[in-house]
């Protein structure tokens, strides 16, 4: 059994930055491209960012050149830098894997607000 741990979400002020966590543990697979996804109030989980095994990285225009997705395989552990955050930002965070092999069980998220 797969289980995500995200972590490092709270409030912020509009321009701030944060740094997000997962943690996979169970059986998971290196291998797996992972993805960071959120879900606002009132609105569907969307993806943020993938990033391969190998770190080629895909980000939503609505981010892009705003977060950063990283990971270490070594540690099973995945990070989204997010900076120059933005009211729209506000919503939980999720991580998980990316791909045709379809997402596994989701953590309990972490919830980023941005407000002043």
């Not at 996804?37 to 050149?65: C, M, N, W």
């Not at 009211?87 to 069980?105: F, H, I, K, M």
């Amino acid at each position: 059994q797969v289980q995500f741990v995200e972590s490092g979400g709270g409030l912020v002020q509009p321009g701030g930055s944060l740094t997000l966590s997962c943690v996979a543990s169970g059986n998971i697979r290196s291998f797996y491209p992972m993805a960071w996804y959120r879900q606002g109030p009132g609105k569907q989980r969307e993806l943020v960012a993938s990033i391969t095994h190998f770190g080629t990285t895909i980000y939503a225009d609505s981010v892009k050149g705003r977060f950063t997705i990283s990971r270490d395989n070594a540690k099973n552990t995945m990070y989204l830098q997010m900076n120059s955050l933005r009211p729209e930002d506000t919503a939980d965070y999720y991580c998980n894997r990316e791909g045709p092999l379809g997402r596994l069980p989701w953590g309990q998220g972490t919830q980023v607000t941005v407000s002043s």
